[in-house]
């Protein structure tokens, strides 16, 4: 079996608005063998830009496109594909959209893996010790603390007894955060509160909310300082009394390594979209060497939630799992399957693959570019 064609498709919702969603457009990477099997995947990060390093020509040895690596490969040797991409990319790759870019390809590569051997991926990644999580429900924060806790009822009435809220209008003032958490926590009742800040404050500054947030009985503080300050995240893991979560920017191995080697979080957020199976297997083993606890990110389609199922459900200490709740025709149509949770729980996929079809109409109902 040999791969024969590798097609990327940008999809896009008619109106795409500004807010921080990134089930509003999506990357397909469609992965077709010379015996008929197709795979899927999807890439969470800016859809031009990874369609651009999979179509790329090759340049030189260490910058080259990942297509002109791929054609004529066996799509079941997956490490050893994963470490040549990464090889032919060092100029432009390592970490960020270029890891993103790999991801998507990794990903419909164990899609035809498993459709050739007929069994699910986490079955292929050593076996799932979990066949279904309790999930959250992952949305925007409301404009204030009245609308937030409107929100929070709406999930709460919908089954679910987790709730996370996020992004803007988090880090405006120390009045509206309260004021934001407060609401939420109002509209939750006894249900688990998640407050994902959006990379908003100083180290300091994060502290000081932490300790105002604890009063409200949050399960975890997320994303409260840029990325790139993994010692300030160390320092407030140290401090913080309630867990802090991070990691949903991060790509790759050498992206995670300084979180991971300085312990810096409580929870490690992996995103299969942004990190592909054959990496999220590797870091799961480095955070549980650790002693921490990992979580799937996931805001974007049924693909991608279908993937974290797979890879999260091989996590032995895998506790929640994000189920992006935004009402967008992306996360709810584009595949026949909902892969979404009923009364607050979500089911691991247990078909070929990923275990997802995609919805072919819908996808030529909102294609709006292709690799040519």
């Given at each position: 079996?040999?791969?024969?064609?590798?097609?990327?498709?940008?999809?896009?919702?008619?109106?795409?608005?500004?807010?921080?969603?990134?089930?509003?457009?999506?990357?397909?990477?469609?992965?077709?063998?010379?015996?008929?099997?197709?795979?899927?995947?999807?890439?969470?990060?800016?859809?031009?830009?990874?369609?651009?390093?999979?179509?790329?020509?090759?340049?030189?040895?260490?910058?080259?496109?990942?297509?002109?690596?791929?054609?004529?490969?066996?799509?079941?040797?997956?490490?050893?594909?994963?470490?040549?991409?990464?090889?032919?990319?060092?100029?432009?790759?390592?970490?960020?959209?270029?890891?993103?870019?790999?991801?998507?390809?990794?990903?419909?590569?164990?899609?035809?893996?498993?459709?050739?051997?007929?069994?699910?991926?986490?079955?292929?990644?050593?076996?799932?010790?979990?066949?279904?999580?309790?999930?959250?429900?992952?949305?925007?924060?409301?404009?204030?603390?009245?609308?937030?806790?409107?929100?929070?009822?709406?999930?709460?009435?919908?089954?679910?007894?987790?709730?996370?809220?996020?992004?803007?209008?988090?880090?405006?003032?120390?009045?509206?955060?309260?004021?934001?958490?407060?609401?939420?926590?109002?509209?939750?009742?006894?249900?688990?509160?998640?407050?994902?800040?959006?990379?908003?404050?100083?180290?300091?500054?994060?502290?000081?909310?932490?300790?105002?947030?604890?009063?409200?009985?949050?399960?975890?503080?997320?994303?409260?300082?840029?990325?790139?300050?993994?010692?300030?995240?160390?320092?407030?893991?140290?401090?913080?009394?309630?867990p802090i979560a991070a990691g949903?920017?991060?790509?790759?191995?050498?992206?995670?390594?300084?979180?991971?080697?300085?312990?810096?979080?409580?929870?490690?957020?992996?995103?299969?979209?942004?990190?592909?199976?054959?990496?999220?297997?590797?870091?799961?083993?480095?955070?549980?060497?650790?002693?921490?606890?990992?979580?799937?990110?996931?805001?974007?389609?049924?693909?991608?939630?279908?993937?974290?199922?797979?890879?999260?459900?091989t996590c032995k200490d895998a506790?929640?799992?994000?189920?992006?709740?935004?009402?967008?025709?992306?996360?709810?149509?584009?595949?026949?399957?909902?892969?979404?949770?009923?009364?607050?729980?979500?089911?691991?996929?247990?078909?070929?693959?990923?275990?997802?079809?995609?919805?072919?109409?819908?996808?030529?109902?909102?294609?709006?570019?292709?690799?040519?």
């Open positions: 079996m040999k791969i024969e064609q590798i097609v990327c498709q940008i999809l896009r919702s008619g109106s795409v608005t500004n807010k921080t969603a990134s089930c509003q457009d999506s990357v397909l990477v469609r992965i077709k063998t010379d015996n008929g099997l197709e795979g899927i995947g999807e890439a969470d990060s800016s859809p031009e830009v990874v369609k651009a390093i999979i179509d790329a020509p090759y340049s030189h040895n260490v910058a080259c496109g990942l297509r002109e690596l791929l054609i004529g490969e066996n799509p079941l040797e997956t490490e050893r594909l994963w470490q040549k991409m990464y090889r032919h990319t060092m100029y432009f790759g390592r970490t960020g959209v270029t890891i993103t870019a790999m991801a998507a390809i990794d990903m419909a590569l164990w899609d035809l893996k498993g459709k050739h051997f007929g069994e699910p991926i986490h079955r292929l990644l050593g076996g799932a010790h979990h066949s279904e999580f309790r999930a959250y429900a992952s949305i925007l924060f409301g404009k204030d603390g009245q609308e937030t806790c409107d929100i929070a009822q709406r999930w709460i009435e919908n089954g679910y007894t987790a709730v996370k809220f996020g992004w803007e209008p988090m880090g405006e003032s120390e009045a509206l955060d309260i004021e934001l958490v407060a609401g939420a926590r109002e509209g939750m009742g006894d249900g688990t509160l998640l407050i994902d800040a959006g990379c908003v404050w100083d180290a300091r500054t994060a502290l000081q909310r932490a300790n105002a947030f604890a009063d409200y009985n949050i399960g975890w503080l997320e994303e409260p300082l840029f990325p790139h300050d993994v010692a300030g995240y160390a320092w407030l893991k140290d401090r913080s009394p309630v949903e920017e991060e790509c790759g191995r050498e992206s995670f390594g300084p979180y991971i080697e300085q312990r810096a979080l409580d929870v490690y957020q992996i995103d299969l979209a942004r990190n592909g199976f054959t990496e999220a297997s590797y870091l799961k083993q480095r955070i549980s060497d650790i002693g921490a606890r990992p979580c799937n990110h996931c805001y974007t389609s049924p693909i991608t939630v279908a993937a974290s199922l797979h890879w999260l459900a506790f929640i799992f994000e189920d992006c709740v935004e009402d967008e025709p992306i996360r709810n149509e584009l595949t026949y399957e909902k892969v979404q949770a009923e009364n607050g729980i979500i089911q691991v996929p247990d078909q070929p693959g990923l275990g997802v079809t995609l919805n072919e109409e819908f996808v030529a109902a909102h294609i709006v570019s292709e690799s040519k």
